[in-house]
């Protein structure tokens, strides 16, 4: 079982920055892909980024240019640093942690955190 639990939610003004954390216990392997994904009131959820065991990539486009995904193993833990924020990147914003390779879908689908918000005022 792998336990993700996510923080560095808040509140800033448009155009402030954030840096969401995702710290990974249980039973984890260094070969796993890692993302980011986040859900609006009334929408679906939707990846964000995603980084693989080989530090590959992935950044949906409305945030390319804006957020930066990365890892540090050593402390298993996950990051998401979020800056020029603007009001649609408003969400509950989850972490998400499968094997490794799979990248296309923003490492979707195994496990999952809880979630933390975030709300970006105009």
């Known amino acids: 079982q792998v336990r993700l639990v996510e923080s560095g939610g808040g509140s800033v003004q448009s155009g402030g920055s954030l840096r969401l954390s995702c710290e990974v216990s249980?039973?984890?392997?260094?070969?796993?892909?890692m993302g980011w994904f986040r859900q609006a009131p009334g929408k679906e959820r939707e990846g964000v980024a995603a980084?693989?065991?080989?530090?590959?990539?992935k950044y949906a486009d409305s945030v390319k240019g804006r957020f930066i995904i990365s890892r540090d193993n050593t402390k298993k833990t996950l990051y998401l640093r979020m800056n020029s924020l603007k009001p649609e990147d408003t969400a509950m914003y989850y972490c998400?942690?499968?094997?490794?390779?799979?990248?296309?879908?923003?490492?979707?689908?195994?496990?999952w955190g809880q979630g933390t918000q975030v709300t970006v005022s105009s």
């Open positions: 249980g039973y984890t392997h260094v070969s796993a892909c």
């Open positions: 980084i693989d065991n080989d530090g590959s990539t």
């Open positions: 998400a942690y499968t094997w490794a390779g799979a990248l296309g879908s923003y490492c979707g689908g195994a496990y």
